[in-house]
């Protein structure tokens, strides 16, 4: 089982930018599928973005196409999600999930993965 821990989270003004980041422990994670989720306040939790385990491969929902951008160190045992010209409709909590892959390849269903961080809360005001 891999731990997940999501930092970087805070309050932002429309425009601005922040950094998530996940960071992993109990498995080395260049084995691991990773992706983002996120869940606003009334609504239902969403895919954000994913990477495949060597981080060749990414995929995004498309309401942050062009303005957020996945990346991964194995090295470092991390996934970051970048993002950038946030808007109010970005505000939610954010979650890192992971699932062993077999294959690179990056997927946005939930029910894939079986691991999953406490969230870091992401707020942007306008």
């Known amino acids: 089982q891999v731990q997940l821990v999501e930092s970087g989270g805070g309050l932002v003004q429309t425009g601005g930018s922040l950094r998530l980041s996940c960071a992993a422990s109990g498995r080395t994670l260049n084995t691991y599928g990773v992706a983002w989720f996120r869940q606003a306040p009334g609504k239902e939790r969403e895919f954000v973005a994913s990477?495949?385990?060597?981080?060749?491969?990414?995929y995004y929902t498309t309401s942050v196409k062009g303005r957020f951008t996945i990346s991964r160190d194995n090295a470092k045992n991390t996934v970051s999600l970048q993002m950038n010209s946030l808007n109010a409709e970005d505000t939610a909590v954010y979650y890192c999930?992971?699932?062993?892959?077999?294959?690179?390849?990056?997927?946005?269903?939930?029910?894939?993965?079986?691991?999953w961080g406490q969230g870091t809360q992401v707020t942007v005001s306008s």
């Open positions: 990477i495949s385990r060597s981080g060749r491969n990414t």
């Open positions: 999930a992971s699932r062993l892959a077999g294959a690179d390849s990056a997927f946005s269903g939930a029910s894939l993965y079986t691991d």
